[in-house]
């Protein structure tokens, strides 16, 4: 049975130049988990908002064409009329609560829907357990993590049983095991149940084992295809490094996950048994002599690089830091020194405390205990306008950065606040994503978009200390290799840098150390191979594909191999 029909479904927004997605034609049957795979701002987003009806009912522009879902078509009823069938998430779940506390946001999809208090009840139980949810059911929402907010949007869509799931980004925010536990719960449904999941997601290392089939969207006009998974991957231009390492194996067909790639490159084991992992460059010593800046690149700019404030040499070093917040002791004896030019993941569990050593470390936060210095100054009795000059924080949510009407306007003001030549901050939304235009409003972007945009913003005051909340929040691997590239620059410059992160395969590629972080402490921190290997839940696809051996990446593959020929 066919639960969702596109027949040649176009949508055009006014303003833009282009359909944003055209000459969709195809069927989804029921019961299927169909993963939409595509380049950022290729319109993702669009296709899967025709089928709850955002598009075109909230969003605006033209829909051409019909999506129909178990019958009913999208443009004749409104999201409201389709809610007992279609359940969504979007790519930012603070949009969708109503209400205060966890609980409560479980139940109000059913109250809506006129559902009974004893089944309300029953699924609200249901709901927690499966996303591990019961020890937060009294709490704020305000109060969660990203990755915790997220869960909650998804449960809530979860508990009135809808028969379509429509989920944009869904494991974007999540740690590795948390990821894990909602594609497993997706899964479930899906055999179970019968549901029907039509998923966006960037990190395809994370969801492609799951998909019955994939929807490549490659460029944007070109008609989407839908298919079997492993055909689609090997010509797909996003891919995940399990795909990659097939690709540069050579095998055929290409494994979608660790197991698979594991039983087939015995002989690339073989042939890398005798080499050593090419070593990404030492992080500098903590006394923080400066590295020699990559020629060019603020030529590029328009700028000469400017000397660094003499107190930047110290980074950030934090002592015996402990932070409140309200009833949740958020960190606690935790310890921390950051050197110039060294880059370090913060990584662990939804709510461990990492965007709050974050927002300790740019001062929106003080501390309840112990110290915290940025280049030699407490941040949180440091003034706004001197503070910018030392640290830079690009928040989880980056339209918090964003406030003007156009890409141009709030390029324009990142470069008058930094005291830049015209022209720097646009620049680097070019280089992080081509093809975004000046008049194009910041609501308009993707969140892979936006996120460019912010980050392009608080990098063109060049802070010698740059605080990253997942920053590849929305990228797809393209951007992301663009970001990597960026900020290896700043780092060899001697910027400080600290990711807090839960995609491991970022830091593996760009990390120097790994410091993990659970129930607000320090569990571990040292060079990334040493922690990622020897951690089952953030070590990266190929360390799985090749373990014992200590790779972290397919780009240090590909030069061994490229060296031994």
Same mark, same amino acid.
């Given at each position: 049975?066919?639960?969702?029909?596109?027949?040649?479904?176009?949508? /055009?927004?006014?303003?833009?130049?282009?359909?944003?997605?055209?000459?969709?034609?195809?069927?989804?049957?029921?019961?299927?988990?169909?993963?939409?795979?595509?380049?950022?701002?290729?319109? &993702?987003?669009?296709?899967?908002?025709?089928?709850?009806?955002?598009?075109?009912?909230?969003?605006?522009?033209?829909?051409?064409?019909?999506?129909?879902? %178990?019958?009913?078509?999208? /443009?004749?009823?409104?999201?409201?009329?389709?809610?007992?069938?279609?359940?969504?998430?979007? $790519?930012?779940?603070?949009?969708?609560?109503?209400?205060? =506390?966890?609980?409560?946001?479980?139940?109000?999809?059913?109250?809506?829907?006129?559902?009974?208090?004893?089944?309300?009840?029953?699924?609200?139980?249901?709901?927690?357990?499966?996303?591990?949810?019961?020890?937060?059911?009294?709490?704020?929402? #305000?109060?969660?993590?990203?990755?915790? $907010?997220?869960?909650?949007?998804?449960?809530?869509?979860?508990?009135?049983?809808?028969?379509?799931?429509?989920?944009?980004?869904?494991?974007?925010?999540?740690?590795?095991?948390?990821?894990?536990?909602?594609?497993?719960?997706?899964?479930?449904?899906?055999?179970?149940?019968?549901?029907?999941?039509?998923? %966006?997601?960037?990190?395809?290392?994370?969801?492609?084992?799951?998909?019955?089939?994939?929807?490549?969207?490659?460029?944007?006009?070109?008609?989407?295809?839908?298919?079997?998974?492993?055909?689609?991957?090997?010509?797909?231009?996003?891919?995940?490094?399990?795909?990659?390492?097939?690709?540069? +194996? !050579?095998?055929?067909?290409?494994?979608?996950?660790?197991?698979?790639?594991? @039983?087939?490159?015995?002989?690339?084991?073989?042939?890398?048994?005798?080499? =050593?992992?090419?070593?990404? !460059?030492?992080?500098?010593?903590?006394?923080?002599?400066?590295?020699?800046?990559?020629?060019? @690149?603020?030529?590029?700019?328009?700028? &000469?690089?400017?000397?660094?404030?003499?107190?930047? +040499?110290?980074? +950030?070093?934090?002592?015996?830091?402990?932070?409140?917040?309200? *009833?949740?002791?958020?960190?606690?004896?935790?310890?921390?020194?950051?050197?110039?030019?060294?880059?370090?993941?913060?990584?662990? @569990?939804?709510?461990?405390?990492? #965007?709050?050593?974050?927002?300790?470390?740019?001062?929106?936060?003080?501390?309840?205990?112990?110290?915290?210095?940025?280049?030699?100054?407490?941040?949180?009795?440091?003034?706004?306008?001197?503070?910018?000059?030392?640290?830079?924080?690009?928040?989880?949510?980056? *339209?918090?950065?964003?406030?003007?009407?156009?890409?141009?306007?709030?390029?324009?003001?990142?470069?008058?606040?930094?005291?830049?030549?015209?022209?720097?901050?646009?620049?680097?939304?070019?280089?992080?994503?081509?093809?975004? +235009?000046?008049?194009?409003?910041?609501?308009?972007?993707?969140?892979?978009?936006?996120?460019?945009?912010?980050?392009?913003?608080?990098?063109?005051?060049?802070?010698?200390?740059?605080?990253?909340?997942?920053?590849?929040?929305?990228?797809?691997?393209?951007? &992301?290799?663009?970001?990597?590239?960026?900020?290896?620059?700043?780092?060899?410059?001697?910027?400080?840098?600290?990711?807090?992160?839960?995609?491991?395969?970022?830091?593996?590629?760009?990390?120097?150390?790994?410091?993990?972080?659970?129930?607000?402490?320090?569990? %571990?921190?040292?060079?990334?191979?040493?922690?990622?290997?020897?951690?089952?839940?953030?070590?990266?696809?190929?360390?799985?594909?090749?373990?014992? $051996? /200590?790779?972290?990446?397919?780009?240090?593959? @590909?030069?061994?191999?490229?060296?031994?020929?």
């Amino acid at each position: 049975m066919t639960m969702i029909r596109f027949e040649d479904v176009s949508v /055009r927004y006014e303003g833009v130049p282009r359909a944003t997605v055209e000459h969709v034609d195809l069927a989804v049957p029921e019961g299927e988990l169909v993963l939409v795979v595509g380049p950022s701002g290729v319109g &993702k987003s669009t296709l899967l908002g025709t089928v709850s009806g955002l598009v075109p009912h909230f969003t605006g522009g033209t829909l051409r064409g019909r999506v129909t879902v %178990a019958g009913r078509d999208t /443009r004749t009823h409104k999201p409201r009329e389709l809610a007992d069938v279609v359940g969504t998430v979007g $790519q930012d779940p603070l949009a969708h609560f109503v209400t205060d =506390t966890v609980e409560d946001e479980l139940a109000y999809g059913m109250e809506s829907l006129g559902i009974a208090p004893d089944v309300m009840r029953r699924r609200v139980e249901e709901t927690l357990d499966l996303l591990g949810l019961a020890e937060l059911r009294d709490r704020p929402i #305000s109060t969660l993590s990203g990755g915790q $907010q997220q869960r909650v949007a998804i449960g809530s869509v979860l508990t009135p049983h809808p028969r379509v799931l429509v989920l944009d980004e869904p494991t974007s925010a999540l740690d590795p095991a948390a990821a894990e536990e909602v594609l497993a719960v997706l899964q479930r449904l899906v055999h179970d149940l019968g549901t029907t999941v039509l998923m %966006a997601e960037h990190r395809l290392e994370r969801v492609v084992q799951y998909a019955d089939q994939v929807l490549l969207l490659p460029s944007p006009g070109a008609a989407p295809v839908l298919g079997d998974p492993a055909e689609l991957m090997a010509v797909s231009p996003v891919y995940p490094p399990v795909v990659a390492l097939g690709r540069l +194996a !050579g095998l055929d067909p290409l494994p979608l996950t660790v197991r698979d790639a594991r @039983r087939k490159t015995a002989g690339l084991r073989e042939r890398l048994a005798d080499v =050593t992992p090419p070593e990404r !460059g030492a992080a500098p010593a903590a006394s923080g002599e400066r590295a020699a800046a990559p020629a060019g @690149r603020w030529w590029r700019l328009g700028r &000469k690089a400017p000397d660094e404030p003499a107190d930047a +040499a110290t980074g +950030a070093r934090v002592e015996g830091l402990a932070v409140r917040r309200g *009833r949740v002791e958020a960190l606690r004896r935790v310890d921390l020194t950051v050197a110039p030019g060294e880059t370090i993941a913060l990584m662990g @569990r939804n709510g461990a405390g990492k #965007s709050t050593l974050l927002s300790t470390l740019v001062g929106l936060l003080p501390p309840t205990a112990g110290t915290v210095r940025v280049g030699g100054a407490a941040p949180h009795r440091t003034a706004p306008r001197e503070l910018i000059r030392r640290v830079g924080l690009v928040p989880q949510e980056p *339209r918090d950065l964003l406030y003007a009407d156009t890409v141009a306007a709030e390029c324009a003001a990142a470069d008058h606040d930094a005291e830049a030549p015209a022209g720097s901050c646009r620049a680097l939304v070019a280089e992080l994503l081509p093809g975004i +235009a000046d008049d194009t409003h910041p609501r308009d972007l993707s969140e892979g978009q936006r996120l460019a945009l912010a980050l392009a913003i608080v990098l063109t005051a060049r802070p010698p200390l740059l605080l990253l909340d997942e920053p590849t929040r929305g990228l797809d691997y393209a951007a &992301k290799a663009r970001l990597v590239t960026i900020l290896r620059g700043l780092a060899a410059e001697g910027h400080a840098i600290v990711l807090a992160t839960h995609d491991v395969e970022l830091a593996a590629e760009l990390a120097h150390r790994v410091v993990i972080l659970a129930e607000g402490e320090v569990v %571990a921190d040292g060079p990334t191979a040493e922690v990622v290997v020897s951690s089952p839940a953030f070590a990266p696809q190929v360390t799985k594909v090749l373990a014992p $051996q /200590r790779w972290l990446t397919v780009s240090q593959v @590909r030069e061994a191999l490229e060296a031994a020929r």
